[in-house]
């Protein structure tokens, strides 16, 4: 099914590590985007990307990096992995440069750091 | 920077009831547009109904409707006929209608969200 995949589902890292996750989407979708949701909080975005080599920080983009080397995937990486990081990630992205605006997330990976 | 705001944490509803979420926002742009999204415990974020703000009609969506207020810059959300499976999250959004060269606002605003809980 078309869509936005983003894998792992579910992960436990340990404080210190790093690991990467990963995105992809099939529907040729310039823009993508990584939001971080805190319990019983709304997202807030930590990176997007408006295209292929194209990537911009967003409201909480420390401790972590991106990169678009095709338009397809857009893999979050965790350096140094803290408590703080405990979240779950979602991946999105969107079409419509002009018009009305469809975005498309994916399930999101629940990430502890402990 | 625009915010979005609900202030409602969690709401709770009888089943076949109407319940109306609030959200406003803080914005000094004239276009945008303006979203709810629900998210059930499955985690998976489902398009509930949008908003242009340069259309003056309210947004409807079967049981869903809006109550689009631009000068109050606010943005409720009116279900009716409550269903059990309407238990979610809700989160109501911003986003700016950009200009072509303005790559940075493409991205959705979120509100806190409501908690709504649907009693049979």
């Known amino acids: 099914n078309a869509g936005v995949t983003q894998t792992p589902k579910f992960h436990i890292l340990k404080i210190g590590q790093s690991m990467t996750l990963q995105c992809t989407q099939d529907m040729n979708h310039n823009y993508m985007y990584w939001y971080r949701q805190d319990p019983g909080m709304g997202l807030k975005l930590i990176y997007y990307s408006v295209g292929a080599g194209i990537t911009d920080k967003g409201e909480v983009p420390n401790g972590y990096n991106v990169s678009r080397s095709t338009t397809e995937d857009f893999p979050l990486r965790l350096e140094l992995a803290a408590p703080s990081q405990t979240s779950v990630y979602f991946c999105?992205?969107?079409?419509?440069?002009?018009?009305?605006?469809?975005?498309?997330f994916g399930s999101g990976t629940r990430l502890t750091v402990v | 920077a625009q915010t979005v705001t609900q202030s409602q944490p969690e709401m709770s509803v009888q089943e076949a009831e109407t319940v109306t979420l609030s959200c406003t926002y803080d914005t000094s742009e004239s276009d945008y547009y303006l979203f709810w999204y629900k998210q059930p415990p499955s985690r998976q974020m489902i398009l509930v109904i949008r908003?242009?703000?340069?259309?003056?009609q309210n947004a409807t969506e079967n049981r869903f409707s809006v109550n689009f207020q631009k000068a109050a810059k606010s943005f409720s959300l009116k279900i009716s006929d409550s269903q059990l499976g309407d238990a979610a999250m809700y989160f109501c959004a911003y986003r700016s209608a950009f200009g072509p060269r303005d790559t940075g606002r493409r991205a959705l605003t979120f509100g806190s969200g409501t908690r709504l809980q649907v009693q049979p």
């Open positions: 999105a992205s969107s079409d419509v440069d002009r018009g009305f605006p469809g975005y498309t």
């Open positions: 908003q242009e703000a340069y259309k003056q």
